[in-house]
C-alpha cells in the first residue's frame, strides 16, 4: 500500500513521532493506522495514541434529570454558528425533554413533540434553517441520585460535553465535581471490570511488546506488566483516577470520604468519534479549475 504525507502527518499528530518514524511504522505495518500506533508504541516511539481531534460535527449535547433518571442526547448540525442559534436550541431542549420518557434513540426520534415527531420536528428545522441536522446520540441511566452537568454551556443544560453521574449518598455538590471530573478526563469505565475485555487485552500485549523490547528476562517482564496495567487502569478507570478536586485521593476514596458510592456515569461530547475528511483549499481549487 502507498504511504502518503497525509498519513504520516496523521499518524504524526496522533502519536507525537517523528516524520520518518511514522513513515517507518505505516510502511511496516501495510499503512494500518492502528497497527502502526501500536508499532511505535512498542519500539517507544510514542507515549500513547491520542484521539484525532478532528470532529465532524457541530451541535449541542443537552441532559435532563428527573428524580433518579437523566438522559443525555447529541443533536448536530454542520456549524457551531447553528449551535448558538434560539431557535435550535430551543428544539434541542426539548428533544431533551421528551427523551426523559423515551427507551432508546429510535423510540425517541418516534416519539409525540408538539404534534409532530422528533424526527419530522428536525427535517422541518433543517428546512428551515438551511443546515443538515440529526439527533445521533441518546444515552440513559438511572441511580438513587443522578447529577448532571454541562461543559462550555451555549444555554442551560446543553452545551459541547453533557455528564450525568448517578451515585448513592453524598450530596450533590459532590456529584458535580465528580460530573467536572469526567468532562475534563473522559475515562473509559467506571471501573476495571466495565472495561471491554479485548482493549484490556490489547494494552497488556502492547504493554509486553514494549517491555521485551529491553531485553529483560520473562519473569520480570511479568513483574513489570502488574505495575504497568496498574498504572493503566489508574488512567482510565474513574474509580481509580486521581481526583482533580484533590489529586491526593483517587475518585473512589473521594466518594468514600463524602459518603458516596458512584454507581455509572454517561459522558457525551459532541462530534465525538466522526471524522470530516478537509481538503486542502489549494487541491480543492485545483481539481475545480480542472473540472
Known amino acids: 500500500m502507498a ?139 438511572d441511580g438513587d441520585a443522578v447529577v448532571s452537568y454541562v461543559h462550555n454551556a451555549a444555554a442551560p443544560g446543553m452545551g459541547k460535553i453533557g455528564v450525568l453521574v448517578a451515585m448513592t449518598g453524598g450530596d450533590e455538590a459532590f456529584g458535580k465535581q465528580v460530573a467536572m471530573h469526567i468532562a475534563a478526563v473522559n475515562p473509559a469505565s467506571l471501573s476495571e471490570a466495565d472495561l471491554d475485555a479485548a482493549v484490556v487485552e490489547k494494552e497488556k500485549q502492547v504493554q509486553m511488546d514494549i517491555a521485551r523490547e529491553s531485553g529483560k528476562p520473562e519473569a520480570v517482564i511479568e513483574k513489570m506488566i502488574v505495575g504497568r496495567m496498574k498504572k493503566y487502569m489508574s488512567e482510565v478507570t474513574l474509580l481509580n483516577q486521581a481526583f482533580v478536586v484533590n489529586p491526593d485521593l483517587t475518585v473512589g476514596d473521594a466518594a468514600k470520604e463524602a459518603g458516596a458510592t458512584i454507581t455509572g456515569f454517561v459522558r457525551l461530547e459532541v462530534g465525538e468519534g466522526i471524522e470530516v475528511v478537509k481538503e486542502d483549499f489549494a487541491a480543492e481549487v485545483a481539481k475545480a479549475a480542472q473540472g
Not at 62 to 90: C, L, M, R, Y
Not at 103 to 126: P, Y
Request: no cysteine; proline share 0%; glycine share 10%.
Open 3 to 141: 504511504i502518503t504525507a497525509s498519513m504520516v502527518k496523521e499518524l504524526r499528530d496522533s502519536t507525537g513521532a517523528g516524520m520518518m518514524d511514522a513513515k517507518k511504522a505505516l510502511t511496516e505495518n501495510n499503512g494500518d493506522m492502528e497497527a502502526a500506533v501500536d508499532w511505535l508504541r512498542t519500539k517507544g516511539l510514542a507515549k500513547a495514541a491520542k484521539k484525532s481531534g478532528r470532529t465532524a460535527a457541530e451541535g449541542l449535547v443537552a441532559v435532563q434529570v428527573n428524580g433518579g433518571h437523566g438522559v443525555a442526547v447529541e443533536v448536530n448540525s454542520e456549524t457551531d454558528f447553528v449551535g448558538k442559534n434560539a431557535d435550535f436550541q430551543k428544539m434541542v431542549g426539548g428533544i431533551a425533554e421528551v427523551a426523559l420518557n423515551a427507551s432508546d434513540l429510535d423510540a425517541l426520534k418516534a416519539s409525540d413533540m408538539g404534534g409532530k415527531t422528533v424526527e419530522q420536528t428536525v427535517t422541518d428545522a433543517v428546512a428551515v434553517i438551511g443546515e443538515n441536522m440529526s439527533v445521533r446520540r441518546m444515552s440513559a441511566i
